[in-house]
C-alpha cells in the first residue's frame, strides 16, 4: 500500500522535531522518520545514565505527539519523483509526500593527523555518543581536543560518566576565545549556557591555542597512550587512555544532494541553500537547522518550526523570522572564533592515513586533479564510508571539492534496492 | 615508422592501450583527454577479461587480446585476479546448448569445461537450486581497467608520449583541431568510445547504459565470475532494454552485481530505480543470497555500440589520415590490447594476427552512405 504524508520530515532532532510539530498543528499529515532508534538526533541523544534535559523532553515529546507518526530506525535509500526508498531493519517501503523537510542535521569533521586511526581516537561527538549509550569510562584518562563548543559538551558527558578529562585543547587562540566571550551578553541565554558548562568543568584545564599534533601508541603499538600537543607554551606530551577529537560540525548533505537541491558554500563544505521560509531550490522541499548551515539547537528549533508551517502551507509568523536572523547571529559569531588556523590543515604528512576504509595516505592522492581521479587510482573514498569522512576532509585540506550524491545513501540490503514502488 | 606523430584523441582502456603501443613501435604520441584516464566506460566497467563465443570474429579478437592481457597479470594496479567465468544453464535446454560453446572455444584454443549440475554446487555453493549445471572457462579473469589505463598512458609516457589535457573538437584536412583553439597535424587515431558522434558522424554509435551494484565486503560467498548462458542474448540481442545475471567477485571481497542494457543517447547517468530492481531480481534467481547484503554504491556507465556490435578498428573511410578504434559495447577492456596491436599493424602495413576485415569501419560506412 501506498503511504502518503501531507509533511514528511527527515530527521528527529531538535529541528525535525520542531517542523514536526509545526506542520502538525495545522492539522497536516504528517510522518518524522531517523535512521536512529530513539528520537532527539546528536544534542538529545538518549543518555542511558542521565535524565533528558527538560527542553529535550519536552521537544522530542511534543514533535512525536500523535497522529504525528513516528519512524524509527528508519533510513533513507535513494528517492524518485515525490518518493523515498526507506528501510529498518526488517523491512523496505516506499514514502510519499506532499512536501519534505530535511532535518538531516551535522556530523563531525574529522581531520588526519599522525596516529588518529589508533584504537583509542574518536571523534568528540562519537565519544559523548558513546558515553551516552554506556561505553565504560570510569577512570578513564581522556584528552578532548580539536574545535568549537561541542569540546565543552563532550567533555561535560564524559565528566560525568565518571572519565577523568586530562585538558580540553582548543585549536583557537586563547585571545579569540576571550573576544567571544565578551560578546556573549548578546544572546544571555548562551552566556548562562557556557557558565553552567564552565562550573560542570571546573579543574579540568581549557587549553586556547593549542592542537593535537600527533597521537602517540603504546610499546605494543596499537593502543593509545599518548598525545603530543602544541600550544603557547611550546609542545608537550600528555598520558592518556583516549583521545576525543573533533574539528567542528558541518551539514549532512547526502539526501540534498541526491535530490538534487541547490547548495551553498560552507567554508570548504556545503549546505542547503533556502529562502527566508526554509524552502529549498526544489518545489516541494525545506530544509532547517544544521543542514542549512551549522547554526546549534536553538537555532534548528526556530528553523524546523518555520519550515514545518511553510511545508504545511501556513503564514510564518514575523517573530519567528526575527528569532532565527538572532540565532544566525550567534552561529556567525562561533564560526569566526571557531575558525581552523592554517596549522590544523597541515598536521597531516604525505604517510597519514587520509581514506580510513581503504588506506590511503594522503601522499597517495599527490597528482591528482580531482576527487575522481584520485578515487579510480587509489580506492581513496570507495569503501564503507563512501567518502563521508575522507571527502569532508580533503575539502577542508583544499586537495578536492566534495563529490556528488548517489544512491544507496547508505549502505542498503540489495532487497531494500529491489523493492517495488506501490502504484501511488 | 619512428617520429611520425600520432594523436590519439580519448584516453580510456582502448586509447590508452593504443597509445602505448604506438609509442613502443616509435611513433611520437599525443594523447588528447579532457577527464580522467580510464573515467569514462572504463571506469563504469566490470573489467571481466572473457572470451565471448557467440561472434567468431569477436572470439578471434577477445582470444588474441586474452593472451596479450597475460603480460599484465604481475601488475599490481592491474589487480588481475583469474577467477575463471562460470557459465549458469537454468534448464536442460540451456545446458544443451554448452557442447556447441565448448567447440567453438576450443576450435581457437580456448579450454573450457562442461559443468553437470553436482559440479556447479561444488563451485558455487550459494548459486540458487535446481539449476541445470553449466560451463567453466577456467582462464577468464578480471581486471581493475582505470589502473591499467593509467598505467598503460604512463608507459607511453615514459617513451616520450604527451598527454593533452583537451578536447578534440573536429577532425580536419591533416589533423585535429582541439576545443583549446590549437590544431595538431599528424596522423589521428580516434577512440572517444560514445562520443565518436561528435568526431566521425558518419560511423553509426550508440550509448547502451548499464547499472553496476558493488556490495560491502562478503569475501569467500562467490570464487568464479558467475554468467547466466543467456548473457549473450542480453548483451549481443538488439532489444530496446535488458538484464543478465552476471555478478563478480572482486579481490576485495567485494560483489559487483550486473547486468543491464537500454540504449540511452542521451547518456542520463541517473540511477534508474525500476531498471536497478528488474536487475537486481534477475540476480537474486540465481543467487538468492545477494538478497540480504548490503550494497555500497551504484552506479551507471555507457557501453559504445556500434550498429552490429563489432567494435570499428581501422582507417577511417574517405579519410587518408585519420583511423578509429571504438564502439567495443561490453568487451573494450577484453578486447583492448588485441584492438592496439590489430590497429598498429594496419597502420604500419603489416600482416595482422588475426583477420582485420570484420572489424573494417568501411563496412558500416558504406552502408550508410548508400
Known sequence: MAERYDVLVVGAGPAGLAAAQAAAGQGARVAVLDAQPRAGGQVWRHDVRHAPSAAAARGIHDGLKPPIEWLAGTSVVAAQGDALLVQTPQAARWLHYGNLVLAT????????????????????????????QGWPLAGKRVVVAGSGPLLLAAATTLRAHGAHVVAI????????LRGFAAGLWRWPGKLLQAGRLRLQLAGVPYRGGTVVQRALPAADGC????????????????????????????PNMELARLLGCATQAFGA????????????????VYAAGEACGIGGVDCARIEGAIAGLAAAGAAVPAGLLRRRGHARAFAAAL?????????????????????RCEDVTLGMLDGHADFRSAKLATRCGMGACQGRICGAALAELGRFPHAGSRPPLFPARLSTLAHAEPAS | MSGDVLIVVGAGIVGAACAERASAEGFDVTLVEPGTVGGGATAAAMGHLIAMDDDPAELALSHYSLGLWNSLADLPQAQFSRCGTLWV?????????????????????????????????????????????????????????????????????????????????RLTRDGVE??????????????????LRELLPALPMRARKGHLVITQRYPGLLRHQTLELGYADSAHGSDDSSVAFNVQPRPTGQILI???????????????????????????????????????????????????GRPYIGRVPGMEHAWVAAGHEGLGITTALGTACLLLDQLLQRPTAIDAAPFDPARLAATVAA
Open chain 2, 178 to 195: 582541439l576545443h583549446g583553439g590549437r590544431t595538431l597535424r599528424g596522423t589521428v587515431l580516434v577512440a572517444t568510445g560514445c562520443a
Open chain 2, 258 to 308: 550486473g547486468s543491464s542494457r537500454e540504449f540511452d543517447d542521451a547518456m542520463d547517468p541517473a540511477v534508474s530505480m525500476p531498471m536497478l530492481r528488474r536487475m537486481l531480481e534477475r540476480s537474486f534467481r540465481y543467487l538468492p543470497a545477494l538478497r540480504g547484503l548490503d550494497a555500497l554504491r551504484v552506479w551507471t556507465g555507457f557501453r559504445p555500440t556500434s550498429i552490429d
Open chain 1, 105 to 132: 542535521g551535522a556530523r563531525e569533521l574529522l581531520l588526519p593527523f599522525p596516529g588518529w586511526t589508533l584504537p583509542g581516537v574518536v571523534g568528540a561527538g562519537a565519544a559523548q555518543a558513546l558515553a551516552k
Open chain 1, 223 to 250: 593502543l593509545l597512550r599518548a598525545v603530543g600537543i602544541a600550544g603557547p607554551r611550546g609542545t608537550e606530551r600528555l598520558a592518556c587512555d583516549m583521545l576525543a577529537v573533533g574539528y567542528g560540525l558541518i
Open chain 1, 269 to 284: 563544505h556545503a549546505a542547503v541553500q533556502v529562502d527566508a521560509r526554509q524552502h529549498t531550490s526544489l518545489d516541494h
Open chain 1, 335 to 355: 564560526r569566526r572564533t571557531f575558525a581552523l588556523r592554517p596549522q590544523v590543515h597541515a598536521l597531516a604528512s604525505a604517510d597519514t592515513l587520509v581514506c
Open chain 2, 89 to 169: 544453464a537454468a534448464d536442460e535446454r540451456e545446458l544443451a546448448g554448452v557442447p556447441a560453446k565448448l567447440e567453438r572455444l576450443a576450435a581457437v584454443g580456448i579450454h573450457a569445461e562442461a559443468v553437470d549440475s553436482a559440479a556447479l554446487y561444488q563451485l558455487e555453493p550459494a548459486l540458487a537450486p535446481r539449476l541445470a549445471g553449466g560451463m567453466l572457462v577456467p582462464r577468464d579473469a578480471v581486471v581493475y581497467g582505470p589502473a591499467v589505463a593509467m598505467h598503460l598512458v604512463e608507459c607511453a609516457q615514459a617513451r616520450g608520449a604527451r598527454l593533452l589535457r583537451d578536447r578534440a573538437l
Open chain 1, 169 to 176: 585543547c582548543e585549536q583557537a587562540e586563547a585571545s579569540a
